[in-house]
C-alpha cells in the first residue's frame, strides 16, 4: 500500500473539488471510484467533505458558494503542492509574472494555502502542511496519482515552474508530440505539454490522474453514471492505459491504469 507519510517540497500533496454540487459529486464520485465520505462542517453553512479511500483521506470537495458560481467559476479539481512557506513562494511567484487569487491564509492548525494563476493561465494550490500533510494514500485505484500540466506556452511554463519549485525538466518525444517530466529532484512532480492546436480553445490547465484498476471498464462506468468521456482509452506504452472525462457538474478529470504503479 503506496501510504504517505510526509511530502518533499516541491510535491504534488492533495487535490479536492469545487463544485455546483455536491451531494451531486458525491454520488457520482463514489460509484466510480469506490470513495466514501465524512462531511467536516468548516464554518457557518460551509461543509468541506473528506473523500476517504480505505479508511484514509485521499482528496476532498466542497460545493462552491453563490459569490463564486456567479462569477462564472465552474466545477473544477484543484491541485496542491507541498511547500515549505506559502508566503515565500507567492512573493516569488508574483515576482515571476504570476497572479494570486487567493493571499495565504491559515486553514485551522492543519496547514497555510494560497492559490496562484500561472503566467500561461493555469491555476495551483500551495500546501504548507502543520497537522495536515495531503493525501495519505496514492498512487493505487482509488487515489490520485499525476498531475499534468496543459499549457498555451511551454517556455513560458518551464521557466516559471522551474525557478518557483526548483524542478528540472526532462523533455521526450513521442510521435509528432513533446512531453516534459518536471522532476523534483530525481522524481517525478508531474508532467507538462503543449495545447494542440485544436484545443485553443482550452485554457493552460492542471489536470488530475486517479488510478484504476480497468481503464475502458472506468469509461464505461463514468458514461452509465452521466459523465463524459472526452478523450477515450488509449495506452502509452510503459506507463498505461488512460482517458480524460467531465464528471456531470462539468468537472475534468483523467484516469489511468498503471502498468507499474509507484
Not at 454520488?27 to 479511500?53: A, L, S
Not at 498512487?139 to 498531475?147: A, L
Request: proline share 7%; net charge negative.
Amino acid at each position: 500500500m503506496p501510504e504517505m507519510k510526509e511530502y518533499p517540497p516541491g510535491t504534488f500533496c492533495w487535490v479536492d473539488l469545487g463544485t455546483t454540487d455536491a451531494e451531486a459529486a458525491k454520488e457520482f464520485y463514489g460509484e466510480v471510484f469506490g470513495w466514501e465520505f465524512d462531511d467536516r462542517p468548516v464554518g457557518e453553512g460551509v461543509i468541506y467533505t473528506m473523500i476517504q479511500h480505505k479508511g484514509k483521506d485521499v482528496a476532498a470537495l466542497w460545493e462552491m458558494p453563490e459569490e463564486m458560481t456567479s462569477q462564472g467559476i465552474p466545477t473544477h479539481w484543484l491541485s496542491y503542492v507541498s511547500v515549505t512557506s506559502a508566503d515565500e513562494i507567492v512573493r516569488l511567484a508574483t515576482e515571476l509574472g504570476a497572479e494570486i487569487p487567493q493571499e495565504p491564509f491559515d486553514v485551522y492548525d492543519v496547514g497555510r494555502m494560497a492559490v496562484l494563476r500561472d503566467p500561461t493561465g493555469a491555476v495551483l494550490a500551495l500546501w504548507q502542511p502543520k497537522d495536515h500533510m495531503g493525501a495519505a494514500l496514492v498512487n493505487e485505484p482509488g487515489c490520485f496519482c499525476w498531475n499534468e500540466l496543459g499549457t498555451k506556452d511551454v517556455g513560458k511554463a518551464s521557466e516559471f515552474y522551474t525557478r518557483l519549485f526548483g524542478w528540472g525538466t526532462k523533455t521526450q518525444k513521442s510521435g509528432e508530440m513533446e512531453y516534459t517530466s518536471l522532476m523534483n529532484g530525481d522524481s517525478p512532480a508531474g508532467g507538462m505539454y503543449a495545447l494542440p492546436d485544436e484545443l485553443s480553445h482550452v485554457p493552460s490547465t492542471w489536470l488530475v490522474y486517479f488510478a484504476v484498476d480497468d481503464c475502458d471498464k472506468a469509461a464505461k462506468k463514468i458514461e452509465s453514471l452521466g459523465g463524459d468521456v472526452v478523450s477515450p482509452p488509449k495506452d502509452i506504452p510503459g506507463v498505461g492505459r488512460f482517458a480524460v472525462a467531465q464528471d456531470p457538474q462539468g468537472g475534468h478529470f483523467a484516469f489511468i491504469k498503471l502498468e507499474n504503479p509507484a
